[in-house]
Each structure stands twice: as C-alpha cells, then as structure tokens.
C-alpha cells in the first residue's frame, strides 16, 4: 500500500538520479527509470551523468532533464552545478553513484537522499581474500532498484532498454555493408587489458565462424580499440567489417540494435546489446558474477574458467597479477565458437 504522503506528492515528486559513469553502469539505470516513471507518470526525473554518455539517455522521453558533471572536472564548477540543482527542489536525490563526488553533489542538490548497496565489504573480502560473504547474486539493475523501494516501486520483470533516433539509426546503417539482421556483432576491446580476450583468438573466431556458419561479422570499439580491432579483422575485409572509432556511440548502439547477436568481454557493449533482448556472448576474465555485470535479462551464454586466483580485481587492470592470464587464455577460440553455433542453431533470424 502506497503511503498518503506519496499519493500526495505524485504530482509533483522531484526525482534527481546521479549515474556520472561507466558506458553499461548508465544504461544499467535504465529499468530503475522507467519503474519510476510508470509508477509515477507525472514526476519530475531527472538525473546527472557525464557528457559524453548523455546521447545514451536523450532518447528517454521519460527524463526531464539530463544535467552533466562539470568538464574539465573542478570543485568550483561542481558546486555551481549543485547550486543550480538545488533550485528544482527535490524530494529525493537517488545516488547510483556512491563516490566521493557524487556524495557532495547528492548533499548540494537539496533533498532525502538514497543510495544503492554496492556491496563493498563483499567485494573486497572476495576479491583479496576469495572469501565470498555474499548471501545471494543481486544483479547490478536490481541493486538500483533497491534504492526506490521507499517509494514502492518494484521490479516489473524487464530487461535493459535503450532507445535510438532514427535519424541516428539511418546514418549507422549507411555506414553497414550488410543488411539489417545479416551480421553478428564482436566486441574485442575492454577498460582494461586483462578485461580483454587477446586479439589472436578474436581472429580465430572470426575465422571459424565466417568458415563454418557463413556469417558476417562487424566490429565494433572506441578510437583506443581500432588497433586491437584490426588484429581480430583475420585480414578478411569483405566479410568482417571494422568499425572501431568510426561510429558515435549511439551510432554504435544503433548497429547492436540491428544485429543478431554479440561477443564481447565485459564492457558496456554487452548491456547495451542486452538492451535490445540481442543473444550475448560474453567473455569474462578477472571479474565474477557476483558483481552483478553478467548480460541481465537477455539470451546468453557466459564463459569463463573457475580458477583459484579469481577475482583477481574490481575492475580489471592492466597486467595480470600473476602474470599468466589463465582467466583469459584458457578459454578457447573454439569454446567461444560453440556458443555462437548454439545461438545461430536455434535462431535462424540472421540468414
């Protein structure tokens, strides 16, 4: 039952949701958004991200107003932007964000103030010690969810959900060789290297599917990954097209909409693609499940190696600890491949 101070505020609940980052924590918000949204159709939503992550969240009709985190980043701009905030006054200031910054924000803006249970204490003895105190596996959007929960809102058994312009989608499919629904996507890039399936085994994938299945392959990345994304190319343009840092990032959210499937590491292209209920393949090294990344509400397959030395981080790094990668190369060209097949066998969408 619905308190009568919230049956009263309905009308006009102010709402301010503070996500600054990464890519797939934004898009991760975006069930909690519109369970608020369809539990409170006539509030006032809006929430404060960094700029360049704001195309993501444009398309969303039910956000009011989408603020962004000073940049270059300086305390002063910070508290202008608080100041600014303030004036909305809001009910409640949601902090997905829970860092230092967002701390101070949440507290400038004006309001109750609720944050998500990020679990640290857990992580931490799992990661340093491989103790793991988790009582169960709460997915990151559902985490999200817990912190609205005072307002009633509950989860609506959906999945991620992204929208694109279509004057957006058309300039991505102009950039295609292949036709919609033609093409599987690869993710081969990550924020961290040992996040990063190696490139070799990338192009031995490319190579298997395009030799057995007949697929068409697209890759996809940041300017950073071009690189990395050329090395997995195995040489064959006419079959694998290499979009890394040729396409924006809703440009790149548009090509994951029109595919039939991906594989990639753990990054924000895998919730991106899950967006869109797309089959993911997914690739995980030094992170676990028990984080709450894993492909949330869509097809998929995870593959990953039960070795002593994982989680061997939060968010991966740049060098394997124990400098033998095993997360990683043990996890076949082949192994991969099987996944795909599997997708492809009972999915029949992209011939």
């Not at 998500?116 to 793991?132: A, D, E, G, H, T």
Request: charge should be positive; hydrophobic fraction near 40%.
């Amino acid at each position: 039952m619905v308190s009568q101070q919230i049956k009263g505020e309905c009308f006009f609940l102010k709402l301010l949701l503070i996500r600054f980052s990464a890519i797939g924590d934004v898009i991760l918000t975006t069930p909690a958004i519109r369970m608020l949204a369809d539990r409170f159709p006539r509030a006032q939503i809006d929430i404060v991200t960094k700029p360049e992550l704001k195309a993501l969240l444009e398309p969303d009709l039910r956000l009011n107003r989408i603020y962004t985190l000073p940049h270059p980043f300086s305390w002063k701009k910070l508290f202008r932007l608080g100041k600014e905030l303030r004036k909305n006054h809001y009910n409640w200031v949601i902090d997905w964000q829970k860092h230092t910054k967002s701390y101070v924000l949440s507290r400038l803006a004006g309001g109750k103030i609720k944050r998500y249970p990020k679990f640290s204490v857990q992580r931490f003895f799992l990661v340093y010690f491989k103790k793991s105190y988790y009582r169960k596996i709460v997915p990151v959007p559902l985490r999200y969810l817990q912190a609205v929960r005072h307002l009633n809102v509950r989860d609506d058994g959906r999945g991620l959900e992204l929208s694109v312009p279509e004057t957006v989608e058309k300039t991505a499919l102009l950039k295609l060789r292949f036709k919609p629904g033609t093409y599987w996507v690869l993710a081969p890039g990550g924020g961290r290297a040992t996040k990063r399936w190696p490139a070799p085994y990338f192009k031995k994938l490319a190579s298997l599917i395009q030799t057995k299945l007949g697929l068409n392959l697209v890759l996809v990345g940041g300017k950073n990954d071009f690189a990395f994304c050329k090395a997995a190319q195995n040489g064959n343009a006419a079959a694998v097209q290499n979009l890394c840092g040729e396409t924006s990032l809703p440009e790149t959210v548009a090509i994951l909409k029109n595919a039939s499937g991906l594989v990639t590491n753990d990054t924000g292209v895998m919730h991106a693609a899950a967006a869109f209920q797309k089959p993911v393949v997914a690739i995980f090294g030094p992170t676990v499940k028990e984080f709450g990344f894993f492909p949330f509400r869509t097809p998929n397959i995870v593959l990953e190696k039960q070795l002593p030395c994982r989680p061997c981080s939060f968010h991966g790094t740049e060098k394997c600890p124990l400098d033998h990668f095993q997360c990683m190369v043990n996890i076949s060209p082949e192994e991969v491949f099987k996944a795909v097949a599997q997708f492809r066998t009972s999915n029949q969408t992209d011939r």
